[in-house]
Nanobody, 121 residues
């Protein structure tokens, strides 16, 4: 059974920083692309940042220059470093990964359980 386990959410003041982590656990052959999405109240889920297995990244415009996505392939873990946080960054953040399990050589899309990030003074 493969799952994504997120951590790092919480309350942070405007202008502050926070780092989210997401580890893929289970019997895994390979983790391909990974990403972070977020969903604010009353809004659709949106892609925040994406990283390929070789480290190529892309970001939504609203977080460019403030957020950094990275990964540790040895640990099957993806990170999201969030700096200069704004109130509009408040949302539930979800980790996403495309994973090939050991049990079958096919790709599956997995989601984390979500972690709340609240930016407020």
């Amino acid at each position: 059974q493969v799952r994504l386990v997120e951590s790092g959410g919480g309350l942070v003041q405007p202008g502050g920083s926070r780092r989210l982590s997401c580890a893929a656990e289970g019997s895994i052959f390979r983790v391909n692309a990974m990403g972070w999405y977020r969903q604010a109240p009353g809004k659709q889920r949106e892609l925040v940042a994406h990283i390929t297995v070789d480290g190529s990244t892309n970001y939504t415009d609203s977080v460019k220059g403030r957020f950094t996505i990275s990964r540790d392939n040895a640990k099957n873990t993806v990170y999201l470093q969030m700096n200069s946080l704004k109130s509009e960054d408040t949302a539930v953040y979800y980790c996403n990964a495309i994973i090939i399990p050991n049990s079958i050589r096919a790709t599956f899309i997995h989601w984390g359980q979500g972690t709340q990030v609240t930016v407020s003074s």
